[in-house]
């Protein structure tokens, strides 16, 4: 069963920082490339960020300047860290990651289940 498995959300103060995580699981043959997207409560879903397989990244301007991301390509995982964070932060983070199960797929877009960020005043 191939899926995404995120972790490292929670509640923090303005100016705080979080790491989120997001481990994909199961039989993969490759994974391309691998984003963090967030929603607000009431918002249309953004992009925070893209990173391709080599390391090449792209930032939507809110985060630029303030947050990071990673990847392990030996342990299938995206990391999200993010500093300096503001009240306007707060929503519901998502991994994405565009993956390959065997020679005969596709490529086939996966998502995570969502982690919770909250940023207060």
């Known amino acids: 069963q191939v899926q995404l498995v995120e972790s490292g959300g929670g509640s923090v103060q303005a100016g705080g920082s979080l790491r989120l995580s997001c481990a994909a699981a199961?039989?993969?043959?490759?994974?391309?490339?691998m984003a963090w997207y967030r929603q607000a409560l009431g918002k249309q879903r953004e992009l925070v960020a893209t990173i391709t397989p080599s390391g090449t990244t792209n930032y939507g301007e809110s985060a630029k300047g303030r947050f990071t991301i990673s990847r392990d390509n030996a342990k299938k995982s995206v990391f999200l860290q993010m500093n300096s964070l503001k009240p306007e932060d707060t929503g519901l983070y998502y991994c994405?990651?565009?993956?390959?199960?065997?020679?005969?797929?596709?490529?086939?877009?996966?998502w995570g289940q969502g982690t919770q960020v909250t940023v207060s005043s």
């Open positions: 199961g039989h993969i043959l490759s994974i391309n490339a």
């Open positions: 994405n990651a565009r993956m390959k199960m065997s020679l005969i797929d596709g490529w086939s877009d996966f």
